[in-house]
């Protein structure tokens, strides 16, 4: 059984970091394309950031460009998202999603086959 579980959310005030992880179990993810999306209240998820598993191939939503940083630990099968500089506007339920694909759809969500259940990060001004 696949599993993604995100933890490292939390309350935190703006220009304050955080780091997000999620640990991925029951399979072997080595093909596999890593995603981080977002969903603030009142709006749609939306793509933050992915990385390619077996490969340091890393893509952003321009929104984070140059302040998050997307990583993965092979060993650890966990792949972690670094929050610097958050804005009131990050505020929002973060999730870790996995998918076979080999072609740069790293942003459409119907091609992430496994969903974790999703940390909430909360920024204040």
């Known amino acids: 059984q696949v599993q993604l579980v995100e933890s490292g959310g939390g309350l935190v005030q703006a220009g304050d970091s955080l780091r997000l992880s999620c640990a991925a179990s029951g399979r072997t993810f080595s093909n596999y394309v890593m995603g981080w999306f977002r969903q603030a209240p009142g709006k749609e998820r939306e793509f933050v950031a992915a990385?390619?598993?077996?490969?340091?191939?890393?893509y952003y939503a321009d929104s984070v460009k140059g302040r998050f940083t997307v990583s993965r630990d092979n060993a650890r099968n966990t792949v972690f998202l670094q929050m610097n500089s958050l804005k009131p506007e990050d505020t929002a339920v973060y999730y870790c999603?996995?998918?076979?694909?080999?072609?740069?759809?790293?942003?459409?969500?119907?091609?992430?086959?496994?969903w974790g259940q999703g940390t909430q990060v909360t920024v204040s001004s």
């Open positions: 990385i390619r598993w077996s490969a340091l191939i890393r």
């Open positions: 999603a996995a998918g076979n694909f080999g072609s740069s759809w790293y942003s459409r969500q119907d091609k992430y086959d496994y």
